[in-house]
Nanobody, 127 residues
Framework: QVHLVESGGGSVQSGGSLRLSCAVS????????VGWFRQAPGKQYEGVAASASDGRSRYADSVKGRFTISRDNAANTLYLQMSSLKPEDTAMYYC?????????????????????WGQGTQVTVSS
């Protein structure tokens, strides 16, 4: 069973930076695509960034140029470096893995296709 645990959230001022980590156990993340999602209060899940098994990545337009997704396959850990944070980035952030290996090269940011989720880490950006 794949288990994901996020860390690194917190409160920062607008323009600040944070680095989220997601430690994965139970399987090797190099086999799968992984991603970061967020949910603000009263809103639906939003795909933030995806990393395919071959290393390609994709970003939501709202974070492009500010966020960077990366993975350390040796450490079985996923990261999200967030810079130039804005108040609208405030949300609970989740890492997720898609365990369907046939989709491991896909960069779709569809929450329904990801079937292993962490518990989330809160990011709050004040103006």
């Amino acid at each position: 069973q794949v288990h994901l645990v996020e860390s690194g959230g917190g409160s920062v001022q607008s323009g600040g930076s944070l680095r989220l980590s997601c430690a994965v156990s139970g399987d090797i993340i190099s086999n799968y695509r992984v991603g970061w999602f967020r949910q603000a209060p009263g809103k639906q899940y939003e795909g933030v960034a995806a990393s395919a098994s071959d290393g390609r990545s994709r970003y939501a337009d709202s974070v492009k140029g500010r966020f960077t997704i990366s993975r350390d396959n040796a450490a079985n850990t996923l990261y999200l470096q967030m810079s130039s944070l804005k108040p609208e980035d405030t949300a609970m952030y989740y890492c997720a893995a898609d365990l369907a290996s046939y989709r491991r090269f896909s960069l779709q940011l569809l929450p329904a296709e990801y079937n292993a989720w962490g518990q989330g880490t809160q990011v709050t950006v004040s103006s």
